[in-house]
């Protein structure tokens, strides 16, 4: 639980360890006091002006011995980021030194940060809304360019604005509805219910279109999971290590050496896979075979992909079959491996299963074809991307409202349509701005704001 925001704190702003520098973050109404006792600038004609960077030294005010000659910035209120007061130390990078420097800032009066708390007060204090504070944890953990052209297009208000723009037109159409309620025996005219209607229903569709981006968003965001299923003793495991170009996996021509999931990332161009190498499925298994199936299908279910390995050097058989039943409309990639064997049967045979895919021929051993699949992974993953829109949500708390808004903005749309009072469509609209405020802040609960903020590290 985070403390009440009203007093001054302090955090090492850089990750832990040895490096070139560290910073130490100051902010709240003390923090500009707090530096003028331990900071004594080189020149004595120096003064702390903001934005301006100050050399000097970081003083014991207790024995006035030197601790560090460090570099230090003041950020007056409000331009600033947490729109505090906020003093930055820069020190030489370096576990002990660093924890000194914060020690004093401590012994001054100044408190420990909690996770994420100088973002929280950015956020609180207008600096930021939600959307753009998230943002910025995921500015922090992108693991790739598209992540991180997501995440500072939402830094930058991009999802802000238009949502915010949505909220007004739901506004401007509640403004009306309310207006038709008060005033219906006035003998004013008002918009008709045919352009409040066109209104509404241009942004349910809008909102549907955000909502629909959230597979690409979340697969930007956080890799596209793909899980390897197949027959035992197809080249799962050859699959998995000749993907990562290592051995990972144990390989053996023992059917169901594999008896676990076994998770690991790659990277393919710009996006991270998640690949899960998984126990073979067949008919009658082992006790404790059973158990790795059980597992391999818990992680088909939760899986973006299925990459389908078949033996395309053995007649296909009852295993085989199990395993087209285990997959049903799951999105997935056909491999016929052991292409450097002879072919004991041709890919017609599953052309029920294939439902207009094409399969892809390649060697687990010799890696040959291993472009075709990896470029077939990339196109799996990025397909559906809008050509030209960067902005997608990434975030399921996102995709959950826009979805509420959109239904209850349907409701409106049918109360319309169907002739009803204004007053039922307007508890529509209503709700559906009240999801739209929940996701850029205007309204929250604290134990939200815990838990988006508590992700994020100390020192931000």
């Known amino acids: 639980m985070f403390t009440v925001m009203n ?46 960077v100050v050399f000097g030294e970081i003083r014991d005010p207790e024995t006035n011995q030197c601790r560090d000659e460090v570099l230090l910035t003041f950020f007056k209120a409000p331009k600033s980021y947490t729109a505090e007061d906020v003093i930055e130390i820069s020190a030489h990078g370096g576990t002990l030194i660093t924890k000194k420097i914060l020690a004093l800032v401590l012994a001054q009066g100044a408190r420990l940060a909690e996770p994420g708390e100088f973002t929280r007060r950015a956020f609180t204090n207008g600096r930021l809304d939600l959307t753009q504070a998230e943002a910025v944890a995921d500015v922090i953990e992108s693991a790739s360019d598209k992540a991180l052209n997501s995440a500072m297009a939402q830094l930058k208000g991009g999802l802000s604005s238009r949502l915010s723009a949505l909220h007004e037109t739901l506004l401007n159409a509640q403004s009306q509805l309310e207006a038709s309620i008060d005033f219906s025996e006035d003998g004013l005219t008002f918009q008709s219910r045919s352009d409040t209607q066109k209104q509404i229903q241009q942004v ?27 027959k035992p003793n197809v080249g799962k495991s050859s699959l998995l290590n000749a993907l990562l170009q290592e051995d990972r996996a144990i390989v053996t021509p023992i059917a169901g050496t594999t008896r676990d999931t076994l998770e690991e990332r790659v990277r393919i161009k710009d996006i991270h ?10 008919n009658n298994p082992e006790m404790i075979e059973e158990q790795g199936i059980q597992r391999t299908r818990s992680a088909l279910e939760r899986s973006d992909l299925a990459i389908v390995v ?7 058989d009852d295993n085989d079959k199990l395993l087209m039943q285990e997959l049903g409309q799951k999105p997935k990639l056909v491999v016929l491996n052991k292409s450097d064997l002879p072919s004991s049967w041709q890919s017609q045979e599953l052309e029920t299963f294939l439902a207009g895919e094409q399969p892809i021929t390649l060697s687990a051993k010799t890696l040959n074809g291993f472009g075709t699949l990896k470029e077939a992974i990339y196109q799996k993953a990025t397909s559906g991307e809008r050509i030209g829109e960067s902005l997608i949500i990434t975030r399921e708390r996102h995709r959950d409202h826009l979805q509420q808004a959109a239904h209850s903005l349907h409701n409106a749309v049918n109360s ?33 704001l815990d838990k988006i903020f508590g992700q994020f590290c100390i020192g931000k």
């Open 7 to 52: 007093d001054t704190i302090t955090a090492i702003a850089t990750p832990p360890g040895e490096g070139g520098l560290s910073i130490i973050r100051i902010s709240g109404e003390d923090a500009l006091r707090i530096a003028m006792i331990l900071f004594h600038p080189a020149k004595s004609n120096s003064d702390l002006t903001p934005q301006k």
């Open 204 to 230: 349910e569709s809008e909102l549907k279109e955000l909502v629909d981006s959230f597979r690409q968003g979340k697969i930007v965001r956080e890799g596209m999971q793909v899980t390897l299923v197949g």
């Open 273 to 282: 896979i998640v690949i899960i190498d998984s126990a073979g499925l067949r």
């Open 310 to 316: 078949f033996d395309a050097s053995e007649p296909l």
């Open 416 to 448: 319309l349509s169907g002739g009803l009072s204004e007053e039922l469509v307007a508890v529509d609209v209503t709700l559906a701005m009240d999801h739209l405020g929940i996701i850029l802040g205007k309204t929250f609960e604290e134990d939200l």
